[in-house]
C-alpha cells in the first residue's frame, strides 16, 4: 500500500433480503417520458435490509506514470460520508479523482491506495462488501449478440438461487424491465440498443440481485438531455427506496443537478464541498463566493475547482470543509457522528464484526459453467466472426491450397511441392486461430472485468466455458479443412494415415489458438497483432522446415524443442510418409528421386515412427500454454487495480 495508512476493510452490517420477493409499488413514470404509462410498479425498499452508510476518512491514492517516471498522487487525504436512501453526485473538473475515488470507495481499485473505510460506522470487510453492492462503469460492457430478455434471463440465472422457481424469475426480470422502460424492447439485441438503452440495460443487469450499494461511473456520458434526465431520475427512485447510489458526474445541466439529494465537489484530489444540492448556493454565499444569479450552481462550482476564480478560492474552500471532514451541510447533522467518532469505533470492529447475510452468494461452480457455456454456445451460433466466417474460411482455404497442389501427395515426382503443402497446412493453421483470438479476444476482457468483479461467477468457471464452447467449432472447421485438402492433393486414402493427420491438425489448431489467447489476454489489440507474428517466427524457424534439424548449430538446437510446429510437421511427416508406406508412383517424370519415402525422410532428417511423442509434445504445449493464459488472465484483471 502505498501513500498513507493501510485501507481498513471489516463489516458489520447485517445484510439479508430475498431476492425472490422483491415486490413493486406504484411511481410516477420519468420526467420527459410521455411514452409511458402513468404508473409504473417500483422496485420495494427492501425492509429486510439495513440501509448502508458509507464513510471514508483520509483516503490516499498514488498511480505510478511508468518506468522510471515516478509517481502521481490523484487523491490527497479526502474524507467523506455518503448516506443511504441519497442519490449522490461526486463532481469535479477533468483530473480532478472523480472516477478514482469511485474506484477506490468500490473496491475496485486496491493497489496504491490508503486510508479507511466504514460501513454503517464499522471497518470494511472487502469480501462482505462485494455481495451487498456493484459497479456500473462509464462504458455499457453488453453482450451485443444477446437480447435484452436472454441477457437478463442469463444473469438471473448467475445470481440468483438455483432453488428459485423459473416463474419467480421471469417476474423478476418483468417487473424490472417494466420499471426500467425496456420490456418493449425484450427482444432488441444489446447492440442494437440506443445509448440510454444501453445504460438503463447495465442497471437492470445489477438490479437482479438488489445491491444495497450502486456506484456509477459517469452514467450520463454520451446520452442526450432527455436520456440523462432519464437515467438520473431512474437512479435517484432507486436511491430514495433504500439503497446508497453513488455517480461521478462532468458537468450537469441545471435541472440534472436538482435531481441528486447530495453532492461531492473534488478539485486536485481533494473535497471543496459535501452537502446537499439545495445548500450549496447558501455554502458559497457563507464562504463569500456567491454565485451569480441565474447562474447553474453546478457550473460555478466547476468553474470554481477549475481555478478559474483564482487557486486561493480552491484553497479557501478547502479549508472551510476541511478537506470532507466538515458534515455541516448534510442533511440531520445532529444523527451523524464525527469523524473522529468513526476513528475511535475502529478498534471495536475486529471485537463486534457481524458477518452480512449471503443474498448475493455466487452459485455452484456447476451452474456458472453450464450458464456461461449455454450464453457461449447462443453467441457462436449469432457470431459471423467466430463461427459463420471460420467455417467458411476453412473451406475457402482448403479448397484454394487443393487445388494448387491437386494429386501431389501420392506423386514421387512431387514430394518437396507436398511437403510444401504440409508447411503451409501448418502455417493455416497457426495463424488463423492464432490471430482470431487475438483480435477478439480483448473485447470480451471489458465484459469479463465487470462481470467478475461484479460477482456474477469466478474465473475459473468463465475460462472452462469459452474452452469447451470453442472446442466444437474447433473440430467442425478443421474437419472440413481436412477433408477437402487431403482428398484433393491426393494423400494416401488409409483411414488410419488420415486420422493422424486430423489429430496433429486439430493439436496444432489448438495450441496456436491457445498461443493466441495467451497474448490476448496479457495485451491490448494493438499489441497482440505486433507481437502474435513476431513470436510466431522463431516458431517457423526451428520447425525444421527450410533449415533441417540437423543443419541446425548446436547453440541454437534447443530451439526445435521449444517450437510445437516442429512436432506438428514431424506428426504430418509421419502420418503421409511414415510406417512403411510403399513405393510412390511415378508417372509426372522419367526418374523420381523420392519415390522411396525413406529416401525423403533421411534428406530431411525426420526419424520416422515419431507420432505418438509429437502428440504428447503437443499435449504438453496445449496444457501449458492454456495454464499460462489463465494465470495472466488472472493478473490482467487485477493488475489495472
Not at 142 to 168: I, S
Not at 488 to 510: A, C, E, K
Request: aromatic share 10%; charged share 15%; glycine share 8%.
Amino acid at each position: 500500500m502505498l501513500a498513507g495508512a493501510q485501507i481498513v476493510e471489516e463489516s458489520s452490517v447485517t445484510y439479508t433480503k430475498d431476492n425472490a420477493s422483491i415486490a413493486f409499488e406504484a411511481a410516477q413514470p420519468a420526467q420527459g417520458s410521455s411514452n409511458q404509462s402513468q404508473t409504473t410498479q417500483s422496485f420495494s425498499t427492501m425492509s429486510k435490509s439495513q440501509p448502508v452508510d458509507i464513510s471514508f476518512t483520509n483516503i490516499t491514492c498514488t498511480v505510478s506514470l511508468g518506468f522510471n517516471k515516478g509517481s502521481k498522487q490523484i487523491l490527497h487525504s479526502v474524507n467523506g460520508r455518503f448516506r443511504p436512501r441519497k442519490l449522490i453526485a461526486i463532481m469535479g473538473p477533468s483530473g480532478a479523482g472523480k472516477s478514482t475515488l469511485l474506484d477506490v470507495l468500490s473496491g475496485y481499485r486496491i493497489s496504491g491506495v490508503g486510508g479507511a473505510v466504514y460501513i454503517n460506522g464499522r471497518g470494511r470487510i472487502m469480501k462482505n462488501f462485494k455481495k451487498m453492492s456493484c459497479y456500473i462503469q462509464q462504458d455499457d460492457r453488453l453482450q451485443g449478440l444477446l437480447t435484452v430478455g436472454e441477457n437478463m434471463a442469463l444473469a438471473a440465472d448467475l445470481k440468483l438461487p438455483t432453488t428459485m422457481d423459473v416463474y419467480d424469475k421471469g417476474e423478476v426480470i418483468e417487473n424490472i424491465l417494466s420499471n426500467l422502460g425496456l420490456y418493449e424492447h425484450i427482444n432488441t439485441r444489446g447492440s442494437q440498443l440506443s445509448g440510454g438503452q444501453k445504460k438503463r440495460l447495465s442497471i437492470a443487469l445489477e438490479l437482479i440481485n438488489n445491491p444495497l450499494i450502486m456506484f456509477l461511473d459517469e452514467p450520463t456520458t454520451g446520452l442526450d438531455s432527455s436520456s440523462c434526465t432519464q437515467v438520473v431520475q431512474l437512479c435517484q427512485k432507486l436511491a430514495h427506496q433504500g439503497r446508497t447510489i453513488v455517480c461521478t458526474v462532468h458537468q450537469p445541466s441545471a435541472s440534472l443537478f436538482r435531481v441528486f439529494d447530495h453532492v461531492y465537489v473534488l478539485a486536485a484530489g481533494q473535497c471543496l464541498y459535501q452537502g446537499t444540492t439545495e445548500k450549496l448556493v447558501p455554502y458559497l454565499e457563507n464562504a463569500r463566493i456567491p454565485c451569480p444569479i441565474y447562474h447553474n450552481p453546478a457550473d460555478y462550482v466547476i468553474e470554481l475547482a477549475s481555478g478559474e476564480y483564482g487557486e486561493d478560492k480552491i484553497k479557501y474552500l478547502k479549508s472551510k470543509t476541511d478537506n470532507g471532514r466538515s458534515l455541516e451541510w448534510l442533511d440531520e447533522p445532529d444523527t451523524i457522528p464525527s469523524m473522529e467518532a468513526l476513528r475511535k469505533l475502529h478498534p471495536l470492529c475486529e471485537l463486534r464484526n457481524l458477518d452480512p447475510g449471503s443474498s448475493v452468494e455466487e452459485t455452484s461452480q456447476w451452474n456458472q459453467g453450464s450458464v456461461l457455456i449455454r450464453r457461449g454456445f447462443l453467441k457462436a451460433k449469432r457470431d459471423s466472426t467466430m463461427t459463420h466466417l471460420r467455417v467458411m474460411v476453412n473451406i475457402v482455404v482448403g479448397l484454394m491450397l487443393g487445388v494448387l497442389f491437386i494429386n501431389a501427395g501420392n506423386e514421387g515426382s512431387r514430394v518437396l511441392d507436398n511437403y510444401n503443402l504440409l508447411f503451409a497446412i501448418l502455417m493455416h493453421h497457426m495463424m488463423s486461430p492464432m490471430m482470431l483470438t487475438i483480435l477478439t479476444f480483448p473485447a470480451e476482457m471489458s465484459i469479463l472485468s465487470k462481470e467478475h468483479f461484479n460477482r456474477w461467477y469466478s474465473l475459473g468457471s468463465y475460462y472452462v466455458s469459452i474452452t469447451i464452447v470453442d472446442l466444437p467449432i474447433s473440430v467442425v472447421s478443421c474437419a472440413l479443412f481436412s477433408v477437402i485438402v487431403y482428398t484433393m492433393s491426393g494423400q494416401p486414402l488409409d483411414m488410419n494415415r488420415f486420422l493422424m493427420f486430423f489429430v496433429i491438425s486439430l493439436y496444432t489448431v489448438l495450441v496456436a489458438q491457445s498461443f493466441g489467447l495467451m497474448i490476448g489476454a496479457a495485451f491490448n489489440v494493438v499489441n497482440g497483432t505486433f507481437l502474435g507474428p513476431t513470436f510466431s517466427v522463431p516458431m517457423m524457424m526451428f520447425a525444421g522446415f527450410g533449415v533441417t534439424l540437423r543443419d541446425l548449430p548446436s547453440y541454437l538446437y534447443w530451439g526445435s524443442y521449444v517450437s510445437y510446429l516442429r512436432y506438428g510437421l514431424e506428426g504430418f511427416i509421419d502420418a503421409i510418409y511414415g510406417n512403411d508406406r510403399e513405393k510412390l508412383e511415378c508417372e509426372e517424370a522419367l526418374y523420381c528421386h523420392y519415390r522411396l519415402p525413406e529416401t525423403f525422410l533421411k534428406d530431411i532428417a525426420m526419424v520416422p515412427n515419431m507420432f505418438w511423442w509429437d502428440v504428447m509434445a503437443l499435449t504438453i504445449f496445449l496444457v501449458v500454454l492454456r495454464t499460462a493464459a489463465f494465470i495472466l488472465l488472472k493478473w490482467k484483471l487485477t493488475a489495472v487495480r
